[in-house]
């Protein structure tokens, strides 16, 4: 069986994850383009083995802005995806892998309360092509009122990006009252 094969049975086996609320994310799984998305520099949408996904390169990135319900404090943001690279660095730097990002705003949007990162939101698959889970769960903070979630590139200082792609599809951004909750949804990813 071909690696495409097998991975889009696997997506179909896996399934979609489901929550007690709805994807916060518009268009999370790039089927209507770029909507609801703002790209910067080398940031597309490409398909790759039939399933639409959001693809950077070179430092390309693309951004969300999403307005928090007003009940949002307090809870857990499980934000996940699946990623892909091109490029794998044979000295395991990081540079050219997909990675989930995320600030998290004040109502006034001037000020930032929380960055997402670290975690498992670094995707590191063993071979160019192949798909591997993102996450990362993170408690509201009280002032929190939007978050700009981020698909980017990686990159590790003297190690230049080459115009290889990152790819990643399935980006979700879901709330729930229990850090207990957040972790069941992202298992789902594993």
């Not at 520099?41 to 399933?51: D, P, R, S």
């Not at 699946?82 to 000020?111: C, F, K, M, W």
Request: with cysteine; charged share 15%.
């Amino acid at each position: 069986m071909s690696t495409i094969s097998v991975l889009l049975a696997t997506l179909v086996a896996i399934g979609l994850p489901q929550s007690g609320g709805g994807n916060l994310l518009v268009n999370g799984d790039a089927r209507r383009g770029a909507e609801a998305w703002t790209p910067h520099g080398l940031a597309t949408i490409e398909q790759v083995a039939g399933i639409p996904c959001f693809t950077v390169r070179s430092g390309g990135s693309f951004w969300q802005d999403v307005a928090l319900p007003g009940a949002a404090a307090g809870q857990y943001a499980a934000l996940s995806g699946r990623g892909q690279s091109e490029r794998i660095n044979a000295d395991g730097a990081i540079t050219g892998l997909p990675y989930l990002y995320a600030t998290v705003a004040t109502a006034d949007r001037h000020r930032f309360v929380a960055y997402w990162q670290g975690q498992s939101m670094l995707g590191r698959p063993e071979r160019p092509g192949d798909w591997v889970p993102m996450w990362g769960i993170f408690k509201i903070a009280d002032e929190a009122r939007y978050v700009y979630v981020q698909l980017n590139q990686a990159e590790r200082r003297g190690v230049p990006q080459d115009g290889s792609a990152a790819h990643f599809a399935d980006v979700h951004l879901h709330l729930f009252p229990t850090e207990a909750a957040a972790r069941a949804f992202v298992e789902q990813y594993r």
